[in-house]
């Protein structure tokens, strides 16, 4: 009884790490765009959305095969962040943080009504063929007792790991990288050093708007694809608070907290807890490290 009991709880936790793992792309999300910006772009979830929605038209739609689909789908998400901020964001630029913030909760109200309004997406639940099995893998036990990870939710984990993998990578030795933290750390500096911190900018939410779409493509299999699927960011958000907003291995360990807190206790307590619990975790950690796990203390001089 004991051992099927703590093979009960590993299932969860894999489970939830799978999930939690949605929760970190989206998250890393926020965090990219505000350490650079200091714009919280509640637009976050919705651009995940779209890029489930676009891989559901280049793999279902247009029998494009799956893998090209997917760079399709992250590369036209990623333009379309681009050019938000091109078009939408830039000519606010000076606006009081505040109008900034409404401003992405608009788009985000905007995004979602007229994905309902294109041809082939409208209000219904969509499927993604993939070519994952469904045959699960047995981990350990046998019978009723056994510990299984669906294909799914492996190539969630392992999707998540690989791209948290690049993204360190990336921000370390390429140039383009190395630009964003400058300009993340000190936009005036960067500017005086000659970095185009405009362009850099675009660069920003193009590449937070493709990590979103990956995280949504990654969605798809689980949850299906639909309008209201961008709410996930509601906690998201959360999650990028509880590993300290503005710092990126936070976002990536609030996201698995929050996914495992949700697993647990959905089977552990009573009905209701599921959608609560994270955020009473999330409030009891704020009120004894306001910056959150991973975030600093920062003193900015003006």
């Known amino acids: 009884m004991g051992g099927s009991a703590v093979l009960q709880f590993l299932q969860l936790a894999i489970n939830g790490t799978a999930i939690g793992c949605i ?57 379309f962040g681009a050019l938000l ?15 900034l913030v409404m401003l992405t909760i608009g788009v985000g109200f905007l995004a979602r009504s007229a994905a309902t309004m294109v041809p082939g997406w409208g209000t219904g639940t969509h499927a993604i063929a993939t070519p994952f099995s469904d045959d699960a893998i047995v981990l350990a036990g046998a019978g009723d007792g056994r510990l299984v990870v669906s294909p799914i939710y492996l190539a969630v984990i392992v999707a998540t790991l690989l791209l948290v993998a690049l993204l360190a990578l990336f921000f370390r030795f390429t140039r383009y990288g190395v ?14 050093m000659g970095i185009p911190v405009k362009t850099v900018f675009m660069g920003i939410w193009g590449l937070s708007a493709g990590v979103a779409a990956v995280a949504g493509l990654l969605l798809a299999p689980i949850t299906l694809v639909e309008a209201s699927m961008g709410f996930i960011g509601l906690k998201a958000f959360p999650a990028a608070v509880l590993g300290g907003f503005g ?22 307590l009573p009905a209701g807890f599921k959608d609560v619990a994270a955020y009473i975790v999330l409030l009891l950690v704020l009120l004894l490290m306001p910056q959150g796990l991973f975030g600093r203390v920062a003193r900015k001089k003006v």
């Not at 891989?55 to 992250?74: D, E, H, N, Q, R």
């Not at 901020?85 to 109008?99: K, N, S, T, Y």
Request: hydrophobic share 60%; net charge neutral.
């Open 23 to 79: 929760y970190a792309l989206v998250a890393l999300g926020f965090v990219l765009i505000y350490k650079a910006t200091e714009v919280v772009n509640f637009a976050q979830g919705e651009l995940m959305m779209l890029g489930a929605f676009f891989g559901y038209t280049f793999v279902s739609i247009w029998g494009a095969p799956y893998w090209l689909g997917m760079v399709g789908a992250v590369a036209a998400t990623a333009l």
């Open 247 to 268: 710092s990126l291995p936070g976002a990536v360990a609030g996201g698995l907290i929050i996914g495992i807190i949700e697993a647990l206790a959905g089977f552990y």
């Open 85 to 99: 901020e091109r078009v939408v964001l830039r000519p606010m630029v000076g606006q009081p943080q505040f109008a």
């Open 179 to 192: 630009a964003m933290q400058a300009v993340s750390q000190n936009q005036l500096a960067a500017y005086y």
